[in-house]
């Protein structure tokens, strides 16, 4: 959500700065703009609207000259998307221009006070009033007020900033909201995600906390909150900047959708030796796992369907008693979570603003917190207890899919690791869990090279204006995400039911050509879903069923279209029906001209609460 780049350095700023944007448009954005220091002084070019538009306001960079700047891609939290409103804020006497993401909760209490002392505000946003803090605290000494400032505000915040007495330099800290510090030769860099400079280095610092960071084209120096000198260890980055590019597919989203058999391999091979299951580093003894009085999974959107799935594998394999919440209503419904519960944590990100919220109270009421995140480094894995990565490499659509399937592959693993040390399954069952968790790459490729079946049903029905999803058990967990999907990059409405809901009320909206999508993998309520089917279909419906291979020719009766996918163990099933429905989301969003990767008002990393 929202984007930060900066740069100083030998080099012209601003086509770097604006290269680096285009690396974070992936974040949602409604405006963008960048300020750059040289001979003549600190200036300010935003506007409302897409890259393109400050792109060609700026000539690709050339308009405006200077070897130090930072740029901000805006996502509207506080005032409607204007130019006035985009960054970067400028201070009143000009001296401070800065970029930030996230959301100062305290703000209005704070622009009242600075208004009461005569200072003048321009725009709606919150974050002018970290500018004008700056210029009222500053006595020369920029560091100082930094740290006056970020005692003072409340909320989350990623901040970039240049002051117009320091032109050489860029200070940057962050609070709740990613912030990195690239190191190169002869220039430095800050960006809020990697591949912003990635063409430029692989070599990173991550602030922590209330750290500042103070670079220079030669230097970077680092401080706590107190304004104590702090020593940090670099990251090297493994992955290339062709990882997050497109590599010959029209959109991200198909790319990653490709990508995820390989994902999968990644996540799922090295935890598997010798037929048992191994969790990195993590050690989950029998005593300890005996001892567990429930489990809770914690996570929004798609990460929050992950924890739907693995409800129904945790209580059937282990017997153990499971709750899953959205982040962002775990804190206040008073949770009853105690030392012998275990909160397992999911966001790609690792940045999600609620579901860290929700991490910090887990481990207040002392629950033993596990995370699934993707990205090494990221709040939510410093912050937990145990921390297993998916290793799904970059995910640049907005609209998740590799993230989502490794993050079920991760639960599987976690899951199988504690049914073997609880002994909750034979070890016939549990090689065949094992065999079936080792294929499944295998299947979803299979899954994957039917996509013109797919093609050509969505070239039928993307002109729909409602969508329903309807399941049974673990098909309706799958049916929350397909549901997801389809709206996110579609615009379409659509819902996901229960199959034995229908009847209690969602079967009103049911009308001559309503378009319902009826997974039905889990074969042991394949009848009962062949029932369900029939009450829609007998009020007009046009019907597309999901199932396995050998239920294909049962299915094909009951519906008008079907696509099968192969058998593999029950609570792994949405691990495959979810991606001919993926595809399907994907093909009538393409089909509508919509912006796929970028779709209206979502962003990728939420780190607003």
């Known amino acids: 959500m929202c984007g930060i780049v900066g740069y100083t350095g030998m080099e012209e700023a601003s086509p770097f700065l604006l290269n680096g944007l285009r690396k974070l448009e992936y974040r ?25 538009v400050l792109e060609g306001i700026l000539e690709g960079g050339t308009k405006l000259p200077g070897r130090v700047g930072i740029g901000h891609t805006r996502w509207a939290t506080h005032g409607a998307p204007s130019d006035v409103n985009s960054h970067p804020q400028v201070s009143d006497g000009g001296k401070f221009a800065v970029v930030h993401n996230g959301i100062i909760e305290n703000y209005l209490a704070l622009k009242n006070r600075l208004i009461s002392k005569g200072v003048t ?46 032109p050489e330099k860029i200070f940057a800290v962050r609070k709740d909201s990613p912030l990195i510090v690239g190191v190169g030769k002869g220039e430095n860099f800050i960006a809020s995600d990697i ?80 037929g048992h299951i191994v969790l990195d580093d993590i050690e989950l003894t029998a005593e300890y796992l005996r001892e567990i009085n429930k489990v809770f999974i914690v996570a929004c959107g798609t990460a929050y369907h ?102 079920l592959a991760v639960i599987y ?44 049903f969505a070239s039928q029905y993307f002109n729909a204006k409602d969508m329903y999803f309807i399941g049974r058990n673990v098909d309706y967990a799958a049916s929350l995400e397909a549901s997801l999907k389809l709206k996110e990059i579609s615009y379409i409405h659509s819902e996901a039911y229960t199959a034995g809901e229908l009847k209690h009320g969602p079967i009103s909206l049911i009308e001559d050509g309503t378009l319902v999508i009826a997974i039905s ?40 279209h079907v696509f099968c996918v192969p058998k593999i163990s029950d609570f792994m099933l949405p691990s495959l029906s979810i991606i001919p429905l993926q595809l399907f989301a994907y093909y009538v969003a393409s089909m509508k001209g919509c912006d796929i990767d970028k779709p209206r008002n979502l962003a990728k990393s939420v780190t607003v609460e």
Not at 39 to 51: M, N, Q
Not at 319 to 343: C, G, H, N, Q, T
Not at 421 to 438: H, M, N, P, Q, R
């Open 521 to 560: 993998t889990y074969e042991k309520l394949f009848d009962k879903m062949v029932s369900n089917i029939k009450e829609v279909k007998a009020r007009g419906a046009v019907v597309l069923g999901i199932t396995t291979q050998r239920k294909r020719k049962a299915m094909l009766d009951a519906v008008d």
């Open 121 to 166: 505000f321009t725009s709606d946003t919150d974050t002018e009033v970290v500018a004008q803090l700056l210029e009222y605290y500053y006595d020369g000494d920029v560091l100082s007020a930094i740290q006056k400032v970020i005692q003072r505000v409340e909320g989350s915040y990623a901040l970039g900033i240049l002051c117009s007495e320091f």
């Open 28 to 52: 949602g954005y409604d405006s963008a703009g960048v300020a750059v220091y040289n001979d003549t002084g600190l200036h300010v070019v935003k506007s409302k609207g897409r890259l393109s």
């Open 413 to 456: 693993l976690i899951v199988l690791y504690m049914a073997e040390k609880l002994g909750t399954v034979s070890g016939k069952e549990f090689a065949e869990y094992v065999a079936d968790l080792e294929r499944l790459p295998e299947f979803v490729a299979s899954c994957l090279n039917d996509k013109e079946t797919i093609q050509y």
């Open 306 to 407: 992950v924890g739907v799935v693995a409800k129904y594998a945790f209580e059937r394999l282990l017997k153990v008693p499971m709750e899953v919440d959205v982040a962002s209503e775990f804190r206040y419904r008073s949770p009853i979570i105690d030392e012998k519960s275990l909160v397992i944590i999911i966001s790609q990100s690792g940045e999600t603003a609620d579901t860290l919220a929700a991490l910090r109270e887990a481990k207040k009421q002392g629950a033993r917190v596990l995370s699934i995140v993707n990205v090494v480094g990221s709040t939510i894995a410093n912050e937990s207890d145990d921390v297993l990565y998916t290793w799904a490499g970059p995910e640049i659509a907005v609209a998740s899919t590799k993230a989502y399937s490794t993050q």
């Open 195 to 274: 591949p912003a400079i990635l063409a430029k280095t692989r070599e990173i610092y991550r602030l922590k906390d209330r750290e500042i960071a103070v670079l220079s084209r030669e230097t970077i120096e680092f401080y706590n909150g107190e304004g104590e000198p702090v020593e940090k260890e670099i990251e090297h980055i493994e992955w290339d900047i062709s990882a997050a590019e497109k590599g010959g597919y029209e959109h991200f989203m198909m790319k990653e959708i490709c990508e995820q058999p390989e994902a999968l391999r990644k996540t799922i091979s090295p935890r598997i030796r010798d």
